[in-house]
């Protein structure tokens, strides 16, 4: 049974820091291409950032040099470390695989709220 389990999100003031986690099973992790989605309210799915199973990351612009996305093959787990949040950064987090050659292969963890808010 396939599960992504995604913990670390919560409330936190602008300027302040979460590390989100992703803890993968039923899958072989280190063939997927690991990403962070986030869906803020009223606005579409955007791509935060991704991790191939090489090991090269990308990041949403927004983002970069904020956050850093980071994955743990041993542990079947991708992190996704927040800094420097903002407001515009709320949104539930999701977590997402996707086999880094067959594209069907895809799948979706239930997500994580982040709030930053004064």
């Known amino acids: 049974q396939v599960q992504l389990v995604e913990s670390g999100g919560g409330s936190v003031q602008p300027g302040g820091s979460l590390r989100l986690s992703c803890a993968a099973s039923?899958?072989?992790?280190?063939?997927?291409?690991m990403s962070w989605v986030r869906r803020a309210p009223g606005k579409e799915r955007e791509l935060v950032a991704r991790i191939t199973s090489g090991g090269n990351t990308n990041y949403e612009d927004s983002v970069k040099g904020r956050f850093t996305i980071s994955r743990d093959n041993a542990e079947n787990t991708v992190y996704l470390q927040m800094n420097s949040l903002k407001p515009e950064d709320t949104a539930v987090y999701y977590c997402?695989?996707?086999?880094?050659?067959?594209?069907?292969?895809?799948?979706w963890g239930q997500g994580t709220q982040v709030t930053v808010s004064s």
């Open positions: 039923g899958f072989t992790f280190g063939s997927y291409d």
């Open positions: 997402y695989a996707e086999h880094r050659y067959y594209s069907r292969l895809k799948y």
